[in-house]
């Protein structure tokens, strides 16, 4: 994609007009392998596309079967995370503050206002 769109374009009023997001939802225990992403992603595009780093990742009943996602994102994961990328050099990057991991923010997936084919 980054090939194909290019760099990022904003308008007058900070919108991004034409780029890259990469949308990177982190889960529990990973904070190795969420490193080698965001090495992988900064390393091969630079400056070149924008990485949200998303820390709303919230187990719901159907994950109790397994313990190792049965629990929210550790606060210090995602902190460290966040320090990591800056580290890194990543400037263009989204990060999520508050309590995002909550099942008030997730919605009800009912289909409501979804046209039928």
């Known amino acids: 994609m980054v090939r194909q769109v290019g760099s990022p374009?904003?308008?007058?009023?900070?919108?991004?007009?034409?780029?890259?997001?990469?949308?990177?939802?982190?889960?529990?225990?990973?904070?190795?392998?969420?490193?080698?992403?965001?090495?992988?992603?900064?390393?091969?595009?630079?400056?070149?596309?924008?990485?949200?780093l998303m820390n709303q990742y919230t187990p719901l009943a159907h994950v109790a079967k397994y313990p190792e996602l049965n629990r929210p994102l550790s606060q210090v994961h995602y902190d460290y995370l966040v320090d990591y990328a800056v580290e890194l050099g990543v400037e263009n990057g989204f990060i999520q503050e508050g309590e995002t991991n909550k099942e008030s923010f997730i919605p009800p997936f009912n289909e409501e206002g979804v046209e039928p084919f």
Do not use: E
């Open 9 to 52: 374009q904003f308008d007058a009023d900070g919108i991004l007009q034409k780029g890259v997001i990469v949308r990177h939802l982190m889960l529990p225990g990973l904070l190795f392998d969420f490193k080698k992403v965001i090495d992988y992603l900064y390393t091969t595009y630079g400056h070149t596309l924008y990485i949200s």
